[in-house]
């Protein structure tokens, strides 16, 4: 049950208590037992929505950052990887495999504005041995959703 | 000189008396109505609302650009019915052989049209449930053979009786025609259900031919295969295609499983008159069949969520819907309101915007029913039940 209202709350997170209950044939009362337990455990994290801000002319600047570090003797990459997701630019931290260890999604105003996080924060930061830094050009898809609108194809309206 | 009168011929209908006969369409007319209006929303679609998934179309797409265009052999290509018979091994354990049994046909339309045309003679009787699709009596009628109809109702989940089956068998039987999951009634047929009507069908020496096409559609349940049934693996003939589970409506691809002899007199027609499906839409086939159950896992759940809102939101209107477990359709009673089944689906279109299906476009057993497909955004079902409540508070009955 968890995991049913987990999904469909990812997907729409405006949905509510009363439509979820519907569409997991659960009472609205255990749903939102479940999904206040939830919020309280940290598996729901927070409530997102995904702006187009091209659209509101309201610019931003990503950038993909691959970060090389040398792994500390006890703790591996943890403590390196908290003192960089501790910046507020770095808006997603991930440490993956392959040619380097840590990827950062740093989002700023503008190029200068990240460029700056990467060179005076970022870089210096202990444990950080090198940064190679994509600028994002244009977001097609983000979090599952296409940002730039699919032509709504039309099906026959009644069909036996 | 004038041509004498005694030898003019006298003039006939240019159509063919079988086709006069036919029952035409029963929504042509809601069709042309919601045509000419703004803001519908339509519950009155037979097909899913996905388009069919990416990689399924690249493949199909790739293919055109390495220019596979061409006719395929007869039965279908050879990888597809490999991949078909691994399919219906894996599924349900059953082993046809894809040299000699299995064709695969522009949608399970044609494959259920061959069978009848490859099976009936004159005035052979196929027994089939009221209501059902509309293509069973009309395929049955146009290859000369008697539709016969059995009742079946709410109170029994629209499942048809094998008691009912058998009072209706004569000596010009030729076969029981069922398709479930069902279209309209959404209904499931249970095992123990599935072999009563086998054992009426071993009695008589039936054929049975079971359109599964909606077989992956199926919410808290598990579909039976009527091939599976202890000795029906002959004597079945399966239909199944890829439309609905992989939303592949347009790209008209189905199939139809069954013994040589009768495989090989379906392929007989379909030679002469398709002489094959459509190669793009075998190779898209053949993706879905290997990459495709992901996709199909996704759409179900989908489904299953808008299925409990519809179900729950007409009974919370008062229009009584036993629980359909399968397809994509509800199908509610509109008695409440004392209005035939085209009366209701006219009313509610014009007053507020809501298409549906008459029940009776289905049969005389579909009359005082509406068929709802809930395969459209949450969005729209809600609107729907919404504007729905509203027509049934001003019409309902005292």
């Known amino acids: 049950m968890l995991k049913d209202i987990l999904k469909i709350l990812e997907k729409d997170a405006r949905t509510t208590t009363k439509q979820i209950a519907a569409m997991t044939n659960t009472p609205a009362t255990e749903v939102a037992g479940i999904i206040k337990q939830a919020e309280k455990d940290k598996t729901i994290v927070k409530y997102k ?26 703790v591996g990459f943890d403590s390196i990887a908290e003192r960089i997701y501790r910046f507020k630019e770095a808006r ?30 970022l ?38 | 000189m004038a041509i004498s009168t005694r030898h003019r011929r006298k003039r006939q209908s240019p159509t063919s008396q079988q086709v006069r006969q036919l029952r035409p369409s029963g929504i042509r007319k809601y069709f042309d109505l919601i045509a000419s209006m703004e803001g519908v929303i339509t519950l009155g679609v037979g097909e899913p609302d996905f388009a069919t998934p990416w990689h399924i179309r690249e493949a199909a797409i790739y293919s ?37 049994e299995l064709l695969i046909t522009t949608g399970v339309s044609e494959a259920l049209d061959l069978t009848m045309r490859a099976t009936l003679d004159p005035g052979d009787e196929v027994i089939m449930p009221d209501p059902c699709y509309v293509s ?3 395929c049955v009628a146009l290859a000369t053979g008697k539709p016969v109809m059995v009742p079946t109702d709410p109170e029994n989940n629209f499942e ?21 999951p069902a279209n309209p009634t959404g209904a499931v047929m249970t095992r123990d259900k599935l072999a009563e009507i086998a054992e009426v069908a071993q009695r008589h020496g039936l054929l049975i031919i079971s359109d599964e ?18 000795g029906m693996r002959e004597s079945t003939i399966l239909l199944g295609g890829f439309s609905k589970a992989y939303a592949m409506t347009g790209w008209r691809i189905g199939y139809a499983a069954a013994n040589p002899e009768i495989t090989a007199a379906m392929t007989k027609i379909h030679q002469y008159t398709m002489l094959c499906a459509p190669i793009m839409g075998q190779i898209a086939a053949v993706e879905a069949l290997r990459s495709g159950e992901n996709s199909v896992a996704e759409m ?89 409540k509203r027509f049934v508070g001003k019409h309902k009955r005292a």
């Open chain 2, 300 to 388: 179900v759940e989908e489904y299953n969520r808008r299925r409990l809102v519809m179900v729950k939101g007409l009974n919370d209107i008062g229009l009584s819907c036993f629980e359909p477990r399968g397809a994509f359709y509800a199908f509610p009673s509109i008695k409440s309101t004392g209005m035939s089944s085209e009366e209701f689906t006219e009313k509610l279109l014009l007053e507020e915007k809501v298409a549906v299906v008459p029940g009776s476009a289905f049969g005389q057993c579909g009359e005082g029913f509406i068929r709802c497909c809930y395969a459209t955004p949450l969005a729209n079902i809600e609107e729907a039940l919404s504007r729905m």
């Open chain 2, 136 to 138: 069973y009596s009309a």
């Open chain 1, 123 to 160: 870089a210096p930061t202990e444990g950080v041995n090198g940064t190679v830094t994509h600028f994002v050009l244009k977001r097609y898809k983000e979090d599952g959703e296409i940002l730039e609108g699919e032509e709504e194809v039309k099906r026959q309206p009644v069909t036996l």
């Open chain 2, 64 to 100: 055109l650009e390495k220019g596979y265009t061409m006719y395929t052999s007869n039965l279908g290509m050879p990888e597809l019915r490999q991949e078909l018979s691994r399919y219906l091994k894996d599924t349900y354990n059953l082993t046809y052989d894809p040299a000699t």
């Open chain 2, 160 to 180: 048809i009786s094998a008691a009912d089956i058998e009072a209706q068998v004569t000596d010009k039987t030729k076969a029981i025609l069922i398709g479930y």
């Open chain 1, 92 to 121: 997603t931290v991930y440490l993956v495999s392959g040619t380097y260890d840590l990827l950062v999604l740093a989002v700023g105003k503008t190029m200068h504005e990240v460029a700056n996080f990467v060179s005076q924060k």
């Open chain 1, 49 to 74: 929505t995904i702006i187009n801000w091209d659209k509101v002319g309201n610019e931003q600047v990503w950038a993909l950052i691959e970060v090389k570090v040398s792994p500390q003797r006890d």
């Open chain 2, 213 to 230: 096409i909606y077989a992956r559609l199926v919410y808290g349940v598990e579909h039976t295969c009527l091939a599976t049934l202890p």
